[in-house]
């Protein structure tokens, strides 16, 4: 089963800052690379993803990034609102079956 | 909202107790998961059923007890927990191209405490 590492494993940032999150993944034979999100006391929820034909994809403040030859890729969040302070996970799709691989997640707080 | 219902929501059982936990979905997916989730760490995967049939069993103790009476639902028996079982049990099912690309949706979770 493949690694997933991710970084930083908690952020703080100001109303309206840039808040970036990355990760690396080892070898895979799939192309979909999900981000989720977590509230407390909720279940994690898709947030945003990307396949790899692409390098870049944006949906309203949230930006995923891919670099498929240094097998990494990065989640910004742009005008970081209180209401984004959340658990962020990386995931990295599986080799074979089924096993979603997550990264270790990034405390994300965002002050007001 | 989430379109996969758990319950119960939180529930607190003595070892000795046998309890269920039950997962519910009508999108149609036709895998489901139960993971379990420690305070600050990501979900780990339990089991996967595939078209009703159980796929991966990744090496959890018997105490746990998955079936899956249908395609919409899912079910996880408890027996003879553990205190060290506490955690947040998370529901998840994906459409079929979600097995290979990791599109999971997640129910809130069943907040279990083992006394």
């Known amino acids: 089963q493949q690694q997933v590492k991710q970084s930083p494993q908690s952020l703080i940032v100001q109303k309206g800052g840039i808040s970036i999150i990355n990760c690396a993944y080892e070898n895979t034979a799939f192309d979909y690379f999900p981000w989720y999100q977590q509230f407390p006391g909720k279940g994690p929820a898709l947030l945003i993803a990307?396949?790899?034909?692409?390098s870049e994809k944006k949906e309203g403040r949230f930006t995923i990034s891919f670099n498929k030859s240094a097998k990494q890729f990065s989640l910004h969040i742009m005008d970081s609102q209180p209401g984004d302070s959340a658990t962020y996970f990386c995931?990295?799709?599986?080799?074979?079956?089924?096993?979603?691989?997550f990264g270790e997640g990034t405390q994300l707080t965002v002050n007001p | 909202d989430t379109e996969v219902t758990q319950t119960p929501k939180h529930l607190v059982m003595g070892m000795t107790n046998k309890k269920s936990l039950k997962c519910e979905q009508h999108m149609g997916h036709r895998a489901m998961y139960w993971y379990k989730q420690k305070a600050k760490k990501p979900p780990e995967l339990m089991f996967v059923?595939?078209?009703?049939?159980?796929?991966i069993n990744e090496s959890v103790p018997s105490r746990f007890s998955p079936e899956c009476p249908n395609s919409s639902l899912l079910n996880l028996h408890l027996h003879a927990l553990q205190p060290e079982d506490s955690a947040l049990y998370l529901c998840?099912?994906?459409?079929?191209?979600?097995?290979?690309?990791?599109?999971?949706?997640f129910g809130e979770g069943s907040r279990l405490t083992v006394l």
């Open positions: 059923y595939s078209y009703e049939k159980l796929s």
């Open positions: 990307i396949r790899p034909d692409v």
């Open positions: 995931a990295a799709p599986p080799t074979s079956g089924s096993r979603l691989t």
């Open positions: 998840a099912s994906s459409p079929p191209r979600g097995t290979n690309t990791g599109e999971l949706f």
